[in-house]
């Protein structure tokens, strides 16, 4: 059985579901409500307040934490018509939801913040939402279509990938000091990243900070090769990859990224590889979903084995010098891999994954049973558990 990537390139939103191989219409409990954030009130630096909020160290510290998730809302024939994001805090079964265009988006959290952008087909418009506090800022309005964004772990900076509105042309990646009026200039940082036939046409470009947050990951991906960039928050180009045996990036740590092969599919082959040297590590030979940890010895790759109803998790050091086995995944739970490919995230503390329906945090916590499983022994907690 191989899982397809054709649906992560049909358009925003679909990118989770084409890691799993669904397409699924968002089931929502009943404290789900339509919802228009108000604006934050107070000054630019409340904001940097909310992105610096410390993630949780425990496990009781999941209980008010941000999370969310991506959705693609479909009419009778199938079509895309919109995007639905769903958010939340852990703990609380009233989660709040916003229709957006077809052109979406959404990252984070970051600290206490979900950003979201979307496009009008006249403007794009990027806000940070505060979803405990039930208000948002706006970060920017622009004449260029944002694709993508993210936030520095300092606060400081958004990020923008923006293409042309007429001719789709990459514009590069661009940054944007942070402020609560949302008036501050955007300086681009990263030029258009040039063609090249051995990678085929780009189809996406995601963002990704490596595990201490001192570096960006900027990867655009064609049908199945990626190029990767990465850059310091101040702009600077520090390293890349441009290798077309290369795929979709599960992490960045320091000088090494870890990557999928440039498969069509999962299960496929996970490799290290060292920015500087291209010297490289192969972290599993076949590997379905898979995420960065941060544990107490060292960031480990915790990956899918198996397929079907014989999935496990394993641990493995990003030299290979150490694995352990995490155990089987239950029947019906995937592995919640990163952001970037899951379209939902929320922050946990170091050491622990989310064992999901399908791979993601169910948009209605009250009827589904995700789990928390610690990669230093292979416990298991239930999510609703931890969070009560």
Do not use: K
């Not at 409340?46 to 941000?66: K, M, N």
Request: proline share 8%; net charge negative.
């Amino acid at each position: 059985m191989v899982e397809s990537r054709w649906l992560r390139w049909i358009g925003p939103g679909l990118a989770a579901l084409g890691a799993v191989g669904l397409v699924a219409a968002t089931t929502l409990g009943a404290g789900t409500r339509p919802w228009t954030p108000d604006a934050c009130a107070g000054p630019g630096a409340d904001l940097l307040a909310t992105v610096s909020a410390p993630a949780p160290d425990a496990l009781p510290g999941l209980r008010g934490e941000p999370w969310y998730r991506l959705d693609p809302l479909l009419d009778g024939d199938g079509a895309l018509r919109g995007q639905r994001l769903t958010l939340g805090l852990g703990g609380d079964h009233s989660a709040r939801i916003l229709d957006l265009s077809n052109e979406s988006f959404a990252a984070g959290p970051f600290g206490r913040l979900v950003v979201a952008g979307s496009d009008d087909g006249a403007a794009s418009r990027l806000r940070a939402i505060d979803i405990g506090r039930g208000c948002a800022w706006s970060i920017a309005t622009e004449g260029a279509v944002i694709r993508r964004a993210t936030i520095d772990p300092t606060g400081r900076f958004a990020y923008e990938m923006r293409v042309d509105r007429a001719t789709r042309a990459d514009l590069g990646v661009w940054r944007r000091p942070l402020n609560a009026s949302g008036s501050a200039p955007a300086q681009r940082v990263l030029e258009p990243i040039a063609a090249d036939d051995r990678f085929g046409r780009t189809f996406s470009t995601e963002f990704t900070w490596d595990v201490t947050g001192d570096r960006l990951a900027v990867q655009s991906c064609g049908e199945a090769a990626c190029r990767t960039r990465v850059i310091t928050p101040d702009g600077r180009e520090v390293g890349s990859l441009e290798m077309p045996d290369l795929g979709l990036l599960v992490g960045l740590d320091g000088d090494r990224a870890v990557t999928y092969a440039s498969c069509r599919g999962l299960p496929c082959p996970i490799v290290s590889t060292d920015l500087w040297t291209g010297d490289r590590t192969v972290l599993a030979p076949a590997a379905g979903l898979a995420i960065l940890v941060t544990t107490p010895g060292g960031v480990r790759l915790v990956h899918e084995t198996g397929v079907g109803p014989g999935r496990g998790l394993r641990a493995v050091a990003l030299d290979a010098s150490a694995s352990d086995d995490l155990g089987p995944l239950p029947d019906g739970l995937r592995l919640e891999p990163g952001p970037a490919r899951a379209d939902a995230a929320t922050r946990l503390p170091a050491g622990w994954v989310i064992l999901a329906p399908d791979g993601r945090l169910p948009a209605d916590t009250t009827t589904d049973r995700p789990q928390l499983r610690h990669v230093p022994d292979g416990s298991t907690v239930p999510f609703d558990e931890a969070v009560r």
